[in-house]
């Protein structure tokens, strides 16, 4: 009896070691998660020498029936030089200059070495709590609320779903930690990303927003046909 239990407790603890080393098993913490994801956002743009691709602005306004849109292409090179090309571009001039050229603006403004920092997923711009875990355009991911700890531009507070195996971001949703002016009642966007070889880029954007007078606004961009140029030959893959 005493070696029928002793059999027993050794296949129970093996059992136990068999669960803990398993990667589905295993809940990680908020901390975990967020450190895994600066890791690896640290790894790919290491990683990156530069890329091309190219980008469609679609802007609506459905109050006053005024629609634009605009092909750019896009050049970039880590971390501070990019470069956006209007390639071809029609419908309302208004919204082409108001909304899609200030998105422009912005874009290159937030490059800056004064704004650039905040534009990362990191713990010195957020706190973050894991609400869970599901699937994301295919992915299992892992979700976490982000709430910015101050109300700067660049800033986002809402959700970010982190695929469990890349640790890289698949999708996000939210609004702006500060509200663009006071003529924005409210903003809620939807970025989703793609992998493309070792690298997470954005894939498209979808935003709605609530603007005093003007009424309900959307806006999309799709982007395409990246052409990616890596520093070197390596495969950048998750460390446990």
């Given at each position: 009896?005493?070696?029928?239990?002793?059999?027993?407790?050794?296949?129970?603890?093996?059992?136990?070691?068999?669960?803990?080393?398993?990667?589905?098993?295993?809940?990680?913490?908020?901390?975990?998660?967020?450190?895994?994801?600066?890791?690896?956002?640290?790894?790919?743009?290491?990683?990156?020498?530069?890329?091309?691709?190219e980008r469609r602005y679609f802007a609506e306004n459905r109050k006053f029936a005024k629609h634009?849109?605009?092909?750019?292409?896009?050049?970039?090179?880590?971390?501070?030089?990019?470069?956006l090309k209007i390639v071809s571009e029609s419908g309302s001039t208004v919204i082409r200059r108001?909304?899609?050229?200030?998105?422009?603006?912005?874009?290159?403004?937030?490059?800056?070495?004064?704004?650039?920092?905040?534009?990362?997923?990191?713990?010195?711009?957020?706190?973050?709590?894991?609400?869970?875990?599901?699937?994301?355009?295919?992915?299992?991911?892992?979700?976490?609320?982000?709430?910015?700890?101050?109300?700067?531009?660049?800033?986002?507070?809402?959700?970010?779903?982190?695929?469990?195996?890349?640790?890289?971001?698949?999708?996000?949703?939210?609004?702006?930690?500060?509200?663009?002016?006071?003529?924005?009642?409210?903003?809620?966007?939807?970025?989703?990303?793609?992998?493309?070889?070792?690298?997470?880029?954005?894939?498209?954007?979808?935003?709605?927003?609530?603007?005093?007078?003007?009424?309900?606004?959307?806006?999309?961009?799709?982007?395409?046909?990246?052409?990616?140029?890596?520093?070197?030959?390596?495969?950048?893959?998750?460390?446990?």
């Open positions: 009896m005493k070696r029928i239990c002793a059999v027993a407790c050794v296949l129970g603890t093996i059992a136990c070691l068999g669960r803990a080393a398993d990667p589905v098993a295993f809940t990680p913490t908020a901390d975990e998660v967020v450190r895994r994801l600066v890791e690896m956002d640290k790894r790919r743009a290491s990683a990156l020498a530069h890329y091309v691709s634009a849109e605009v092909d750019v292409q896009e050049s970039y090179v880590p971390p501070d030089q990019k470069e108001r909304v899609i050229d200030k998105l422009i603006e912005a874009e290159l403004d937030a490059i800056r070495d004064d704004n650039r920092d905040q534009t990362h997923i990191t713990p010195e711009n957020y706190t973050f709590h894991l609400s869970g875990s599901e699937k994301s355009d295919g992915y299992s991911c892992f979700i976490l609320d982000v709430i910015p700890r101050s109300a700067k531009k660049y800033l986002m507070r809402g959700q970010i779903w982190v695929n469990k195996n890349d640790f890289a971001i698949v999708r996000m949703e939210g609004s702006p930690a500060k509200t663009p002016s006071i003529w924005t009642r409210r903003v809620r966007f939807v970025r989703r990303y793609e992998k493309h070889g070792e690298f997470w880029l954005p894939a498209s954007l979808e935003s709605e927003s609530e603007i005093f007078i003007a009424g309900k606004s959307t806006l999309k961009i799709e982007y395409s046909d990246y052409r990616i140029e890596p520093r070197e030959p390596r495969v950048v893959s998750a460390s446990r």
